[in-house]
């Protein structure tokens, strides 16, 4: 057996060496082997075999990037964004989509193994309908270029804006307002927020679109109370842009990485969107969480749906509910749907989105998941179904806890992060659920993000 020093003594940095890409990481790197030691090589492709030159050297695993690519994989295909990979949104423009659907479903597979100890059967990835044009939602960070405001992504683990006029995963209409937005404003005087100093106007520019209706949202995020001309900006963005329904300004003068602050003024239309999911209406305000792709969202609420099994007799917990959409597409078949939310904002939402519905069996609690859990058992509230949708962090040990005292017969576990979710499933599975089947959801085509579902059953229950 080799040493680590024997190994560290013969790769060192800047050193050139030929290896084959075997694999991708969670990360989005691929992987490949030097004499036992794992190398990782960002924007590299399963089957390249390439010229590597290292750039880093640590105990158990190296960096490197490609100095000449000497086979491409046969799944390599040509980027077709200028910004790629500069501004650190997608990760796999240089692979074809059938390989990224294999990656996302290895990304699940390695999780559940390694992190979660599981060994559960993982479905091949559902794929999305379009790989393209597909975010309903975008906020572009805006940044001065020359002496104008221009909106771009930051670039990986920075805070450096790469210009990007024309994400390819924002429908076209979207990027345009955006360079319409900037130049108009320039033209107005208004500048662009310097994070460093602290000082500027302009912070975030913010498009939601409305599949229903193909109408938008246009949101300025802004470090002061508004901005010089916002009557005359109303007028030239609306004379462009028939199809933005409202115009709000939302104030964030703190010193934070959150892009949206607590306070919204609206200076065109009414403030809020509307949209349908699985033939839910929903009223989108900026605070709002809705899915960023409406066709994939489909496919998963429709996964979900059938993995929660839920019927006449049964209430549904919907924790993390955002506007409600999950559990008001189950609200029509079952007795009661309980759906918990920490924005209050998003609740509002939620609570109007079961009007319209005239779904009068849906309860909103707002508060943190914990402790409306804790509410539920104090009021020895029976839950039959519980849907839970955390965020990429996924659920505190608590949390689970307060869930698993709730007793439900079934949850279906619902995650962006195969890292927690694997976390989370081996919890439960700990607490006497069994998971099942696994069904990875491509959510995010072409960034390194995947959805995954699973449902799992009480011990203490048998389905009929």
């Not at 800047?14 to 030097?34: A, F, R, T």
């Not at 990986?156 to 360079?179: G, M």
């Not at 020895?380 to 806890?401: F, H, M, N, Q, Y």
Request: charged share 25%.
């Amino acid at each position: 057996m080799r040493l680590i020093s024997d190994i560290l003594s013969i790769m060192e940095k800047n050193e050139i060496i030929n290896l084959k890409i075997e694999s991708i990481s969670s990360d989005g790197n691929g992987v490949g082997h030097h004499d036992g030691m794992a190398v990782f090589v960002p924007f590299s492709a399963p089957g390249d075999i390439a010229d590597i030159k290292i750039v880093k050297v640590l105990n158990r695993y190296a960096f490197g990037i490609i100095d000449t690519l000497t086979q491409p994989s046969a799944s390599r295909i040509e980027n077709d964004c200028d910004a790629f990979p500069k501004c650190g949104g997608c990760a796999f423009r240089h692979i074809d989509y059938p390989t990224e659907l294999a990656v996302k479903h290895d990304f699940v597979t390695s999780a559940l193994k390694h992190i979660g100890n599981l060994d559960v059967e993982v479905h091949e990835t559902l794929s999305a309908q379009c790989a393209e044009r597909y975010r309903n939602k975008v906020q572009f960070p805006v940044f001065n270029n020359g002496g104008k405001l221009d909106i771009g992504f930051f670039a990986p683990r920075s805070h450096r804006v790469v210009s990007a006029r024309d994400c390819r995963l924002q429908p076209k209409i979207v990027n345009k307002i955006a360079v319409d937005v900037c130049r108009i404003l320039s033209e107005l005087g208004v500048t662009a927020y310097d994070e460093a100093a602290q000082k500027g106007e302009l912070r975030h520019i913010f498009v939601r679109t409305s599949n229903a209706t193909g109408r938008i949202m246009l949101c300025l995020v802004v470090n002061a109370q508004g901005f010089r001309g916002e009557q005359r900006f109303v007028r030239e963005i609306a004379e462009l842009y028939p199809e933005i329904e409202t115009v709000v300004v939302n104030i964030n003068q703190k010193n934070t990485n959150v892009i949206l602050g607590d306070s919204v003024r609206v200076i065109h239309g009414c403030g809020y969107l509307s949209d349908e999911l699985c033939g839910v209406a929903a009223r989108l305000s900026p605070f709002s969480f809705f899915q960023i792709n409406h066709a994939a969202a489909e496919i998963l609420y429709h996964k979900i749906s059938e993995l929660a099994g839920a019927g006449r007799d049964d209430t549904v917990l919907d924790m993390y509910c955002g506007a409600g959409t999950i559990g008001l597409s189950l609200a029509k078949s079952v007795k009661k749907v309980i759906g918990v939310e920490i924005v209050p904002d998003t609740v509002k939402d939620a609570c109007y989105n079961a009007q319209t519905m005239q779904a009068h069996n849906c309860e909103f609690i707002a508060a943190d998941a914990l402790l409306a859990a804790r509410q539920l058992i104090a009021r020895k509230e029976k839950i039959d179904v519980a849907v839970v949708d955390p965020p990429r962090k996924g659920c505190s040990p608590e949390t689970l806890d307060a869930l698993v005292s709730l007793s439900p017969k079934r949850i279906v576990m619902v995650s962006c992060n195969p890292a927690t979710f694997a976390r989370d499933l081996a919890y439960l599975a700990g607490a006497g659920y069994t998971p099942g089947d696994v069904w990875p959801v491509d959510m995010f085509p072409r960034t390194k993000h995947v959805e995954a579902v699973c449902v799992l059953k009480s011990c203490n229950f048998k389905d009929k």
